[in-house]
């Protein structure tokens, strides 16, 4: 019998991964090749050409992992997209935070909704709902749909949803098939999001789709939600938003397997973003209040992570009176922008030698197509958008010599069409011989020039004119303490004892005595004598993936006094874990008792009345199955097992005995993916999911 392989991808902000497992789930093959956001397909193809080709022919089953809707959300960048609010007050709008993200254009708000008891407060108004409708397609790539209380009856995002899809042909999501739990502005917020996902995600199974088909490889394409499971691409199209935190769902996943550890903080460095999680028993925590992502917490069921803006290609610069700051903006480092445009290397000498300002270093490039942007652009934009298909263009230049081409390339990084490049961590690495795989020429030349520039610019340093190695090993010795930080706040977040503000304070300050502890001890070659010792995480290892793992994760643990484990292949760990997940599908159903004797079921239909409690928990439990069930085998479970849990909110009084006030009734469907064995499976008609 001939092997079977199971392929794993990872598209994130730099590299694209690619390994092959075998039938036990062991790696064969692992391959890297440089992201290309323009067009994905190109970077993924590279990775697949690297695997060995006669065993590409036997794959049975591919999943995707990708940290690009992470990224976009990090970095603030995301398609236009108009969102529809039936219901929703000033206040609501205010808090959702939705302006910000959006801006007030983009949002509609509509006459409508429900109250808590699912009965609605208002009649939708179809005229002014279907006028916003046509206004908004032309201008928008997905509509998102969000009523008060709709998580207790949906009919007016279901409304609003079948008049757009009457009107246009654009994308459109429901808050409620997002989030179950109360808080519509945050449940607005999330389905925001998703909607503005959309064509990122799609751009990116399409190119994996293209890449698939063109090596005649025929087997179920799976995506990796923010959970750790599985789901089809098609499901995945649907909705984009659970895959926010699919990267680093899967790097934990991987980092387990391939270290073997069952208890464990994993962290994931990439080139945008640092991701921290800790895992016991072999799983990872789920978040239960949703995952924080840059500024945004959606109401999205992911993996307990704490992901900050900080990776090998975050730029590099002076932050007002806080002195030198790392990310959250990524920027192309100039080393890997010199090793695949070379001509720059000139630019580059040159400008180490001019007075220092500000448009030094900087090269404008495309980062990735957007037809709905593109398509909105003005004249002078589409000139500058069409300028950048011909190579990087040298701001210092056009600033002298085509101001407008500056500013149009400006608006064109704000709307994340184009990307500048910068100093960053990566650079630094070159310069001290920590990496060596693009040009370190170029990253001594950009660490000169950016050392001039904060120095006379910002009077930030103090370093020697045209030494590179001393500002490189300042900006590694800042990401160093950055990532410490991190995880000493993710273990204080971790014991529950902390909020957020306390937590990062905290961290900060016992950072700086483990680092000064640490920096006394090399400077007198003895271990430092002190009344206080930092001994973080003595029980369970560091167990670091990513690129950039070996290069920085060494100097964190000694400094923090942990085991470090870089297992083999961490540098593809998110891909190894892309292929490791199952298909799992949860369904949440809500039973209250508004007035005593009266137990309300909160159905997808709207809410059902019962005069006791146990059929209407009977009642829970199997609509949330045949849910479940149906969700599960629609995202591609071959099998599907299902499991209850159920929380309850009573008391007990001497008087009445238990008096129920609500109950949460959770079924949960989950089972292996199909894969190209499962052919007899796979033709049988699926159900729609609920």
């Not at 699912?118 to 002014?128: H, K, S, T």
């Not at 300050?509 to 483990?514: G, P, R, S, V, Y």
């Not at 005593?596 to 829970?620: M, N, S």
Request: charge should be negative.
């Amino acid at each position: 019998m001939s092997a079977h392989y199971y392929l794993g991808i990872d598209t994130g902000g730099t590299f694209t991964d690619a390994v092959l497992l075998n039938d036990a789930k062991q790696v064969v093959a692992a391959a890297k090749s440089l992201t290309t956001r323009f067009d994905l397909a190109q970077g993924i193809g590279g990775a697949l050409d690297k695997l060995p080709q006669d065993a590409l022919k036997r794959i049975v089953l591919v999943s995707l992992s990708t940290t690009l809707t992470t990224n976009s959300v990090v970095e603030g960048k995301g398609s236009p997209v108009c969102v529809l609010l039936a219901g929703y007050d000033a206040a609501q709008i205010k808090t959702s935070g939705m302006v910000e993200l959006l801006g007030a254009e983009a949002i509609v708000s509509l006459p409508g909704g429900h109250d808590a008891g699912g009965y609605p407060i208002a009649a939708l108004d179809e005229a002014a709902s279907k006028a916003a409708i046509l206004q908004h397609a032309p201008r928008v790539s997905a509509f998102a749909i969000s009523a008060s209380f709709a998580v207790r009856n949906p009919q007016h995002e279901l409304q609003l949803r079948e008049w757009v899809k009457q009107l246009c042909d654009k994308p459109v999501t429901c808050g409620h098939e997002l989030a179950s739990s109360l808080g519509a502005p945050r449940r607005a917020l999330t389905v925001a999001l998703n909607a503005r996902m959309i064509s990122h995600v799609k751009a990116l199974i399409d190119s994996v789709r293209h890449t698939l088909q063109l090596r005649q490889i025929d087997a179920p394409l799976m995506i990796v939600k923010g959970d750790g499971t599985l789901i089809t691409a098609a499901s995945a199209l649907d909705r984009p938003v659970g895959t926010v935190l699919s990267g680093p769902a899967a790097s934990v996943i991987g980092a387990c397997a391939l270290s073997g550890s069952r208890n464990a903080i994993v962290a994931d460095m990439g080139g945008t973003t640092t991701d921290i999680a800790v895992v016991r028993d072999g799983r990872p925590e789920l978040s239960v209040d949703g995952a924080l992502i840059g500024d945004w917490r959606p109401m999205v069921e992911a993996v307990k992570v704490y992901s900050i803006g900080l990776g090998g290609d975050s730029e590099v610069r002076f932050l007002g009176g806080k002195g030198l700051a790392i990310g959250p903006r990524r920027v192309v480092p100039i080393s890997l922008l010199a090793h695949e445009h070379p001509e720059v290397l000139p630019v580059l000498e040159r400008q180490q030698n001019e007075s220092p300002h500000g448009s030094q270093i900087r090269f404008a490039l495309r980062l990735q197509s957007d037809e709905a942007l593109i398509s909105r652009l003005p004249a002078d934009e589409l000139r500058a958008w069409e300028r950048l298909a011909r190579g990087p263009v040298d701001l210092e230049r056009s600033n002298i010599e085509d101001r407008p081409l500056s500013r149009a390339l400006a608006r064109l990084e704000r709307k994340g069409l184009a990307i500048y490049s910068g100093f960053t961590p990566s650079d630094a690495a070159h310069v001290l011989g920590m990496a060596s795989h693009w040009s370190q020429p170029a990253a001594v030349l950009a660490a000169r020039i950016w050392a001039r520039q904060m120095r006379y610019m910002y009077g930030l340093g103090t370093w020697t004119l045209g030494d590179a190695v001393a500002p490189s090993r300042q900006v590694v010795d800042k990401v160093i303490a950055t990532i410490c930080q991190k995880l000493i706040e993710a273990g204080l977040n971790d014991a529950g004892q902390f909020n957020e503000d306390r937590a990062s304070n905290m961290a900060a300050l016992l950072t700086e005595m483990a680092l000064q502890g640490r920096n006394r001890a090399a400077v007198t070659a003895q271990p430092p004598t002190s009344v206080f010792a930092l001994h973080f995480a003595p029980d369970i290892p560091l167990v670091a993936v990513g690129a950039p793992a070996s290069s920085y994760y060494p100097e964190v643990a000694r400094s923090l006094g942990m085991e470090l484990q870089v297992p083999r292949f961490a540098e593809v760990a998110n891909a190894v874990g892309a292929v490791l997940g199952e298909v799992s599908q949860r369904v949440h159903i809500t039973v209250t008792q508004p007035v005593r004797g009266t137990f309300r079921v909160f159905t997808h239909g709207g809410p059902q009345d019962f005069p006791k409690v146990e059929p209407a928990l009977a009642h829970a439990r199997e609509l949330a199955a045949e849910q479940a069930r149906a969700n599960a085998l629609a995202a591609g479970a071959a099998t599907v097992q299902v499991d209850f849990s159920q929380v309850d909110n009573s008391v007990n009084n001497d008087i009445d005995g238990n008096m129920f006030f609500e109950a949460i009734v959770t079924a949960t469907a989950s089972g292996a993916p199909r894969t190209a064995l499962d052919e007899e499976t796979a033709c049988q008609p699926l159900p729609e999911p609920v």
